[in-house]
């Protein structure tokens, strides 16, 4: 897969917000369905997918200074370790997998900080294996729940509040993103390339919808499990 190329559809660091940043809840066993925005740089008109949040991982490979570094007494990981359980789990396209430098107090690093529905939460001293497992448990469990839910029991000493509290729970835009339904259709749902179906070498038929991808692998991985990878679109499927 092309990350470079999937990089300019979908941009390190872009400013997509909570799928339902006003707390509204799903339904039991509901999936809420994918939106996007056109999203203008450089003189170009981008479709960038709105996700339900954001983990970061602290990263020595990524220029950090305390977490993953085995001289420090920290355990030492390889950025593997954490995209083979995101990319394992299917769930691209609701939540998103940064690694980053330095990321919050070196003291209690390993660190790792997970944006959904609208609220961050903390993770410190992940120093072991079994904790990228965890931590994508908790995040995939309120994915489900459509809501913020507390750790669980094996992640309660593991998470601390870095942040204030915010004044207030209101919701307010920064900018007004321009909705772009039509624009899904062009989106490889594995990897939520921009794809031009005037140009696409890879294609598919399902449930009466053409789906277009940016790479053979994209079309190896959606034909396993295809419904791992269409979320319903508001007002269709």
């Not at 960038?48 to 085995?70: D, H, K, T, Y």
Request: hydrophobic letters at 35%; one cysteine or more.
């Amino acid at each position: 897969m092309d990350e470079q190329k999937n990089g300019q559809a979908h941009p390190v660091g872009c400013a997509c917000r909570a799928c339902d940043p006003r707390g509204g809840q799903l339904a039991p066993g509901a999936r809420r369905g994918i939106a996007a925005v056109k999203v203008r740089a450089r003189g170009e008109d981008f479709r960038i997918v709105q996700v339900v949040g954001n983990l970061f991982v602290c990263s020595r490979a990524n220029g950090n200074c305390c977490c993953g570094w085995g001289e420090k007494g920290r355990w030492v990981f390889d950025n593997e370790h954490w995209t083979a359980e995101w990319e394992r789990r299917k769930i691209r396209n609701r939540l998103h997998l940064t690694f980053t430098g330095c990321l919050g107090p070196c003291a209690v690093g390993n660190n790792a900080m997970l944006q959904i529905h609208g609220r961050s939460v903390w993770f410190k001293d992940l120093n072991g294996p079994e904790y990228a497992g965890l931590v994508f448990d908790y995040a995939q469990a309120m994915l489900a729940a459509g809501r913020v839910l507390p750790p669980p029991a094996e992640l309660a000493d593991h998470v601390y509040e870095r942040y204030l509290p915010p004044p207030d729970d209101r919701y307010v835009p920064f900018a007004a993103g321009e909705e772009d339904a039509d624009g899904l259709e062009r989106l490889d749902p594995v990897c939520l390339m921009d794809v031009d179906p005037a140009t696409a070498k890879w294609t598919t038929e399902y449930r009466g919808r053409t789906i277009y991808f940016c790479a053979p692998g994209c079309k190896k991985a959606f034909l396993a499990e295809p419904e791992a990878y269409l979320v319903t679109v508001a007002g269709g499927t």
